[in-house]
């Protein structure tokens, strides 16, 4: 079975400050993996996926994350924080060779300070 | 276009009562999902539609879940009779085909006392 860890719960920032959110996954096959975001008050939406191909993914609002399949790896990182980058970050990933549903990490409620 | 629109928003009930929740996917979307949020847990699969058909169900966790998707557009998640365990916030989500990704709903948040 597939499993997702995301190992920081809450992370407090400074605006500026830079970014990186880890999550592994615990599965032998092939995968796709995901980043979902969660503004408060919203809902989820897909910041960026990775399928194959360049394992640097670039997503939107800035953000990026690499896979590192070695390290079963997906970890999301920006280089400058806003405070509008204020949310809950969820990590996921869906074995190719299988069902369509994705499985979740916990994920990681980020704040930034302004 | 219209997203993903989840009814209610917000419902709390008493352990032993019914509760029904709604999906409405946007239009086309042959794919609907459930999932599941139990406060400080991950997001868990429910279960899958495809039109009117149940794909997979394996995450439903007993027999008080009833999901229907009649006509293949809107769908309910019933829960009878509700537990104190089943309070969490529910998602919904559709999807053209897998490789489109996923629109969510804002999730409905269930509260059994």
């Known amino acids: 079975a597939q499993s997702v860890s995301q190992h920081n719960h809450h992370v407090i920032l400074s605006e500026a400050a830079s970014l990186e959110l880890g999550c592994n996954y615990s599965?032998?096959?092939?995968?796709?993996l995901f980043w979902y975001v969660q503004y408060p008050g919203q809902h989820l939406q897909l910041l960026l996926k990775?399928?194959?191909?360049?394992?640097l993914v670039k997503g939107i609002k800035g953000f990026e994350a690499e896979f590192i399949k070695s390290k079963f790896s997906f970890n999301l990182r920006k280089p400058s924080v806003q405070w509008s980058d204020t949310a809950e970050y969820f990590c996921?990933?869906?074995?190719?060779?299988?069902?369509?549903?994705?499985?979740f990490g916990t994920g990681t409620r980020l704040t930034v300070i302004p | 276009e219209a997203g993903v629109t989840q009814f209610p928003s917000h419902s709390v009930i008493e352990k032993g009562q019914t509760v029904t929740l709604r999906c409405d996917p946007i239009?086309?979307?042959?794919?609907l999902y459930w999932y599941r949020r139990v406060m400080g847990k991950e997001i868990k699969f429910l279960l899958h539609?495809?039109?009117?058909?149940?794909?997979?169900e394996s995450g439903m966790p007993n027999n008080r879940f009833l999901a229907e998707r009649t006509g293949g557009t809107y769908s309910t998640l019933k829960v009878q009779p509700a537990e104190l365990e089943d309070s969490g916030v529910y998602f919904c989500?559709?999807?053209?085909?897998?490789?489109?990704?996923?629109?969510f709903g804002s999730g409905t948040r269930l509260t059994v006392v």
């Open positions: 989500a559709s999807s053209k085909g897998f490789n489109y990704g996923y629109t």
């Open positions: 599965y032998g096959g092939t995968v796709n």
């Open positions: 990775y399928f194959s191909g360049d394992p």
């Open positions: 996921a990933v869906n074995a190719q060779a299988g069902a369509n549903n994705l499985f």
């Open positions: 239009s086309g979307h042959d794919n």
């Open positions: 539609f495809v039109k009117e058909s149940k794909q997979d």
